[in-house]
């Protein structure tokens, strides 16, 4: 009877460790810290593991529309919105925001903070062919990026390669090659001010409407893809914008520095 009793408790423990979410990710959230400080104090709560996949929010997307995944945490608002009307996702949730940045030498050479709006900063950019890594990857930032650029009213696709760089990579990383080779780009407030090797670089650009970055949670639709964990994932996106969530969110910082402001509609 004891030894019936330790392999129940055995099969229990194995099926609560079986119990997982896959979150399907942009790379800033990732970069940012943000889940390395959240997902530990809801996993103690709930004893549900969330594995994160942390890609450009269009390979995101595109992951999630293939079924590999149960959530959805991104940040480019038509691509999101599609994903919702075509049937892959069942709500689009705001959940919190920051900001889009410039980043360059700290010494700011071209005078890029006198500037009056990022269309002056792109087109100054353009004009004294100043090194600019774009990301490349179909990210949200790098959406966002190709959106600034157009509305300036260049096309990004026209830039001489010499001095257009295409990183084709991640915010870290692309961060990383600008700190090398004291170029410009554009990122995410949350993944710089999380990031480790400024060097000499610095915000030379900021607080203008366009540079808003919301983030969004959207449950991956189970009549779609009838393996996704629903209950799990409406439970976590749930929390997510609850009092609780929205609090936890807010009160991640590092140095000091608030790298999310959250904004779940109540």
């Known amino acids: 009877m004891f030894k019936k009793l330790i392999l129940l408790s055995l099969l229990s423990n194995i099926a609560l460790a079986s119990e997982f979410l896959v979150v399907q990710s942009t790379t800033s959230t990732a970069d940012s810290g943000f889940y390395d400080y959240l997902l ?76 009056n709006n990022i269309n002056e900063v792109l087109r100054e950019i353009k004009a004294r062919k100043l090194k600019f890594l774009t990301r490349g990857d179909n990210s949200g930032t790098h959406k966002k990026e190709i959106f600034l650029w157009i509305n300036s009213g260049i096309n990004p696709y026209n830039l001489d390669s010499k001095y257009y760089i295409d990183a084709g990579r991640g915010m870290g990383a692309t961060l990383n090659m600008a700190a090398s080779m004291d170029a410009y780009t554009i990122a995410d407030r949350g993944t710089w001010i999380s990031f480790n090797n400024k060097q000499d670089l610095d915000i030379l650009f900021s607080s203008t409407p366009p540079l808003n970055n919301q983030y969004s949670v959207i449950v991956i639709n189970p009549k779609r893809h009838p393996h996704v964990k629903y209950k799990l994932a409406n439970d976590f996106s749930n929390w997510l914008i609850s009092e609780e969530g929205q609090k936890l969110i807010a009160e991640y910082k590092i140095m000091g520095q608030q790298l999310f402001i959250p904004n779940a509609k109540k």
Do not use: C, W
Request: a neutral charge.
């Open 40 to 115: 530990p104090i809801y996993e103690k709560k709930t004893g549900i593991n969330i594995r994160v996949v942390a890609v450009g929010t269009g390979q995101a997307i595109k992951n999630a529309e293939n079924g590999d995944g149960d959530l959805l945490i991104v940040h480019s608002e038509d691509d999101e919105n599609k994903f919702v009307k075509n049937g892959y996702g069942l709500m689009r949730k705001p959940l919190m925001y920051n900001d889009f940045i410039i980043i360059g030498p700290k010494n700011d050479p071209e005078k890029l903070r006198d500037k």
